[in-house]
Structure formats: structure tokens, C-alpha cells
């Protein structure tokens, strides 16, 4: 088995191809993960401890309430490195906020941005920023592994996928490790209706979802299903189409995609207006600004 499930022997079957993300959108997963499992790593591994309370607010702000909402946890790190640096109250404090320009630089060069190629990047350079890197991911790896479990897939998620499974070929394209998105999928029973489970180490969202739409599917005949900007952002990338679940109002994202939207898609009525409206409603969402900054 390699890194990438898409070369494993996955083919085109059907007309239609949907690409599906899973944190914060197949599963209400997002705010244990990032509340319980990586700002208390993140805390720890970069000694923001004298600021615990600005660098929990600026991680929930750039990987829950924000256009940034389930972006890879390395360029989201840095992200919230450098809101806190640029915090006032934070500046008062004196806190000295980690650089980490190792991380940053390695994150220009490399776009499988999992801990494998972290790792290998380690043993080559032996660069500090990033064994630091490694570590707090490795740690949050062993605390959503030790802590996520038993969360249900939404409403209508397991139902939507059945009614697709006979017309369409799905995959899960999401920035979450492989090995944590296969166990989620298989102890809820539905890694059964998905042909590939493709997280961080497989690639960006664009480049898995170009990768299997590159496989003969026609344009129209491609779909990805998300929570976030950076989802619909690989949708357009590759010319597919895009389905928002709203955060915060993911029950009745998929109660509509279940009954109404699901249908459009595949009688071709889909893109258009009826896209573009569902497109308007989810960027009302999602806010660029942080609140501290207003």
C-alpha cells in the first residue's frame, strides 16, 4: 500500500466522481480534534503557555471560524504563530512568539505536507524547526487516535452515499492523516461506499482531486463535497464542482444535499445559478478578519 490510495489500483467505474471531505464535514470531528487535541499540543511544544488564552483564540479562529477553517495543520500552525505575534495583548506580555522558518520553508518546497515527508525532511537536515514540528504533530496524532472516537458521520451522510454508491465513484479527500480517516471511516461502517481514502500523505485536496478526475471524468460529472474555503478552492482548481456544508449548519447541508442538491447533480442541472446561490450562502459563513481585530 503506498501513501497515495489513488495508486493502488483505483479506475473509473461510473460517470460521476465526488470527492468527499471528512472532518468538520462527513464528521462533526473539528472542534474535538482542534479544542481537545491540537491547541493543548500547540500550547505545549511552542512554549505559548504565557499567552494560552490568545493562542487558543487564534488556533480556534483559523482552523474552525475562518476562511482558513480545514487548512493542513502545518501552514494553519504557522498561521496562528503569527497572530499572536501580531497581537497587541500579546505584545504586552512580552511573549516570545517561535519563528519557525524551517517549517515555513519547508512548507514552500513540499506539497504532501504529512509527517512522513516531515519526518524524512528531519533525518535529512536535521533541522530544529522542524523535529519540533514533528514532535507536537506525532503528539496530536497520539491524542486524537487516544481521545476521537465514537463520533457518529452527520445525519444523512451514510444516507447520501448509498443513494450515490450505485451512479457515482466516491473518494475522501482531506488534509486528516490516512491512517486516522480509515479508522473513522471503518468504525462507522461507510469506508465500504468510498473507492479511495486519501488524506494529507496522498497530496493536496487539488492534486488528489485532479488526480482522479484525471482518471476520464467529464466536466459536470465531478463533484467535491466541503466545509471550507480551501475545499471548494481545490473543486475550481481541477474544474469540478462544489458543494458546501455550512459550518455550523451541517445537518441541514446535507438534509438539502440529500433530498434536493444530490439529484441536480447527477441530471446535470447542477452547475449555474443553482451552484453559485449555494456558493453565496457558504461564504457568509466563514470571516477573514479575526474578532480581536475589528
Not at 466516491?170 to 471511516?185: D, F, G, R
Not at 449548519?249 to 452547475?271: I, M, P, T
Request: hydrophobic share 40%.
Amino acid at each position: 500500500m503506498s501513501d497515495n490510495p489513488l495508486n493502488d489500483g483505483f479506475a473509473k467505474k461510473n460517470e460521476f466522481l465526488i470527492g468527499i471531505d471528512s472532518d468538520g464535514c462527513a464528521f462533526d470531528t473539528m472542534e474535538i480534534k482542534h479544542k481537545e487535541c491540537f491547541i493543548p499540543n500547540t500550547v505545549k511544544y511552542f512554549d505559548l503557555q504565557p499567552c494560552s488564552k490568545f493562542a487558543r483564540e487564534a488556533a480556534e479562529f483559523v482552523n474552525l471560524y475562518s476562511k482558513w477553517r480545514g487548512i493542513n495543520r502545518f501552514p494553519a500552525l504557522t498561521m496562528t504563530l503569527d497572530l499572536l505575534e501580531e497581537w497587541p495583548d500579546v505584545q504586552r506580555r512580552g511573549v516570545k512568539i517561535p519563528k519557525l522558518q524551517g517549517v515555513r520553508d519547508w512548507i514552500e518546497r513540499e506539497t504532501k505536507l504529512g509527517n512522513p515527508a516531515l519526518k524524512a525532511e528531519v533525518e535529512k537536515t536535521n533541522d530544529p524547526d522542524l523535529k519540533r514540528a514533528l514532535d507536537w504533530s506525532v503528539a496530536v496524532n497520539e491524542m486524537v487516535a487516544d481521545m476521537v472516537h465514537g463520533v457518529s458521520p452527520f445525519p444523512n451522510v451514510r444516507e447520501s452515499l448509498q443513494k450515490l454508491a450505485p451512479v457515482a465513484d466516491m473518494i475522501v479527500c482531506s488534509a486528516t492523516p490516512n491512517a486516522a480517516l480509515k479508522q473513522e471511516w471503518d468504525e462507522h461502517g461507510i469506508s465500504e461506499f468510498v473507492e479511495a481514502i486519501c488524506g494529507q500523505e496522498a497530496g493536496s485536496k487539488k492534486e488528489t482531486l485532479g488526480q482522479a478526475k484525471d482518471m476520464g471524468y467529464e466536466d459536470g460529472k465531478v463533484l467535491m463535497i466541503g466545509d471550507a474555503p480551501g475545499d471548494m478552492k481545490a473543486a475550481k482548481a481541477v474544474g469540478a464542482l462544489f458543494y458546501p456544508i455550512n459550518p455550523g449548519n451541517e445537518e441541514a447541508s446535507w438534509e438539502r444535499f440529500f433530498n434536493e442538491s444530490c439529484d441536480k447533480f447527477l441530471n446535470g442541472e447542477y452547475a449555474g445559478d443553482y451552484e453559485k446561490a449555494l456558493i453565496a450562502e457558504f461564504d457568509e459563513y466563514l470571516p477573514e478578519i479575526p474578532p480581536w481585530k475589528k
